[in-house]
């Protein structure tokens, strides 16, 4: 009889946890191009760094590029994505927005700017 009132006591408790939800949203580095660097016009830059997430990646968006395979389910490092600088721009500065989506729904952005020359 005690087993029984300690389980009732303990069930709910166990499906609470069970079924709560992970609101912790991805986590994004970026290496390169780094914050505030300055890019020439006519080049392409690499955009590298990684996504972390702490349950289940869902997708990525790096400037525009979208995502759905990753390097494990938590783990995408960013490689293959290129930044191109054209050489006729006339702007000055200029911005790149990665995004990232869990499987929870929980999203994080991470915006660089950098100046052109």
Known sequence: MKFLKALLLILPVLLFTACSKDDTAPVITITSP???STLLKGQSYPVQG????????????????KITTFDSATKYTIANV?????ATTTETAGSFTVTATDKEGNTATKTVTFKIN
Do not use: C, H, Q, Y
Not at 50 to 65: K, P, R
């Open 50 to 65: 990684t996504v972390t997430d702490d349950t289940e990646l869902a997708e990525i968006n790096v400037g525009g590029v």
């Open 34 to 36: 780094a914050e505030g």
């Open 82 to 86: 290129n930044l191109p600088i054209p």
